[in-house]
């Protein structure tokens, strides 16, 4: 085929592509591509489409790309694209998606618009809606809600898995407590209480406010995790969105700790040209500016 030439549909051999697609075959219970998002998509459907309405170096817009297949078929074929979401759950699970299929080094070609940068932004946020507050601290440590509804949860509101001590190691659990108000003595005491009964070997107290002495008391008497390589880490961490946002401070885990909390997306050689993108969580001026 040479630049300039023509071919036309009804010359050429085979059936063409009708608007059912059946080569495409749904998600097995075992499939390596299902993170357990609700509405997942294949992302080899997601890439016939973009591939069949857009080239390389066009913008792909996902306004609901909710675990974010869209995007991540747009990265691998080298397109632009915006994703958009309201909730704080979908962006993070998309961020974690990015970071596992292509590595570390995505997070310098994308932005995150919409999300709170300052712990005043953190303290509007909270007021405005409690629950995606809760979802965007969480997210903060690379934690899940513990169910994506609002209802009781038991004392946690967030788990997060790692796996310590290299292939013998064993998969481990943090129970994670979310305040947007005032924080007492009571509530470290009521954590640990949590982390006992759940066999957890850490549990994270994040805080809106700052916590007392007393509840640093209360938090160091809880004693250690003793990881397998030998290193101690507080069984109850307090963190608060000022530690998390200007101190970038995280959980204190053992240093070879493998992170377990989404099912990871098979990984992908990056493209050193791909261009900057934007996820977007879509909320209107007001809701930015409130």
Known sequence: MYRGSKWYADELEGVPL?????????????AKERLGFPTQKPEA?????ILASSNRGDLV???FCGCGTTIVAAQRLERRWIGIDITHLAINLVRLRLQN??????QSQYRVIGEPTTVKDAQALAQQDPFQFQCWALGLVGARPTEPKKGADRGIDGRLYFHDGGRAGQTKLVVLSVKLGQVRPSDVRDLLGVVDREGAALGVLITLQEPSPAMRREAAEAGFYTSPGGTQHPKIQILTIA?????????DLPAWTDWQTFRRAPKAKPNPGHHLNTMDFG???????S
């Not at 009708?18 to 075992?30: E, K, L, M, R, V």
């Not at 530690?243 to 959980?251: P, T, W």
């Open 283 to 289: 909320w209107n001026e007001e809701d930015n500016h």
């Open 61 to 63: 817009l996902d306004p």
């Open 45 to 49: 459907l997601l890439q016939r489409i």
């Open 18 to 30: 009708g608007d059912i697609w059946t080569d495409i075959p749904p998600f097995s219970a075992q």
């Open 243 to 251: 530690d998390l946002l200007e101190r970038q401070q995280r959980i």
């Open 101 to 106: 299929t292509f590595g570390p080094s995505i």
